[in-house]
């Protein structure tokens, strides 16, 4: 008779394949990024990202008793000004919109995790993340000390977690530092320590309004066919301080998170980002694909590559699913 493994015999019935599967999304795993405006009220749909809106201040605490209500214990917070200028001023102001959101969020939701993007790109007129000098290059020691002036401002205002997307060099160490003179010890960083210049961006910047005036961010954001560049970030933010590590984008980016996830014993996050949503969102829209399963298979392997964390714009429907 003819040997050989019969691995089939796990995968007979849904009870027995749910018993040995080895990854699964949960609800602790989701952060919902949230997008608060300015002089704004009511809600808007972001064209590019159907199902996703900004909200006005009125309208903020509705969007998170929903977020909550679905067992989401996360969310990532970014905020649109009314005025921008050279420095991105609005966005260590005390009274800026992420500060002023947050007051609100934590004041009506106290056990809900406030994740703070810290950076500069949706407050400067040039729509970059640092300060730029007359040859339109990005300044990186001058932007870490108005980093720095954020996470303290965004701290203090009651964000729990300070996640620095900007992509300088040192910014976890400068914004470890400033945090501790500020006397905020325990405040963690969840570094964006991998971040790609990708195009899988596009709708994010509608979202957000933070598209560059001119040029790009390739002189700061990683080359995407780079391997090694990563795990030398990811070793730097780490030695500088951070708590948490994010690969950005996820979902072509699997190999990375598990290089990074092979390197670090730190919580690794993945960022499933406004492109990888969209496209997902108009191939459903055409009833090319089933998107509830994709999006659950989607998630999964971002799981199985090594992420503990995954910030995705599908998070309430994942949620929704979850509690059913």
Known sequence: MIQFDRHRRLRTTPALRDLVRENRVTRDDLIMPVFVVEDFNGKKEISSMPGVYQFGLDTILTEIKAITDLGIKAIILFGLPSHKDDVGTGAWSDDGIVQQATRKIKAAYP????????????????GHCGVVDENGYVLNDES??????????????????????????????????????????????????????????????????????????????MDPANRLDALR?????????????????????GDIMRDVREQTLLPL??????????MVKAAAANGWIDEAKIVDEILTGMKRAGADLIITYFAKDVAARLVK
């Open 233 to 253: 970030e990811v070793a730097s933010d780490e030695k500088e301080g951070a708590d948490m590590v994010m690969v950005k984008p996820s979902m072509a980016f």
């Open 111 to 126: 056990d809900l995790i406030v994740i703070a993007d810290t950076c500069l790109c949706e407050y400067t007129s040039t």
């Open 269 to 278: 996050v993945a960022y499933n980002v406004s492109g990888e949503y969209s």
């Open 144 to 221: 870490l000390k108005l980093l720095a002036k954020t996470a303290v401002s965004q701290t203090k205002a009651g964000a729990d977690i300070i996640a620095p997307s900007n992509a300088m060099d040192g910014f976890v160490a400068a914004i470890r530092q400033g945090l501790d003179e500020a006397g905020y010890v325990n405040t963690p960083i969840m570094s964006y320590a991998v971040k790609y210049a990708s195009s899988f961006y596009g709708p994010f910047r509608d979202a957000a309004n933070s598209a560059p005036a001119f040029g790009d961010r390739k002189t700061y954001q």
